[in-house]
């Protein structure tokens, strides 16, 4: 019930010529905070590809590596994959 009123103070009640919900509208309308919201988004996005790009892996972590040149006479040519273990993102080679 408190909070009703506190939201509806600060909806209705003017604060000078303006009410709090304008006075806020009015700040975050300003370039300087649009080019903090731009920035502030594009480190979500960075951090997001990193934090997709640590968990799942890419189609070329799933390729076999090729075998060292002394030991291709021997099998195959080709190494086979290590598989990725829970909690082991990048499997030792």
Do not use: C, Q
Request: hydrophobic share 45%; proline share 11%; no cysteine.
């Amino acid at each position: 019930m408190v909070g009703l009123f506190a939201l509806l103070g600060f909806a209705f009640v003017p604060l000078g010529s303006k009410t709090g919900l304008e006075h806020t509208l009015t700040v975050l309308a300003t370039p300087s905070v649009r080019e903090a919201a731009n920035g502030l988004m594009i480190a979500l996005d960075k951090a997001k590809t990193k934090l997709v790009d640590a968990f799942v892996p890419s189609a070329r972590d799933n390729l076999p590596l090729p075998l060292p040149h002394s030991e291709r006479g021997k099998g195959h040519g080709v190494r086979p994959v290590v598989p990725s273990l829970p909690g082991n993102a990048h499997p030792t080679r």
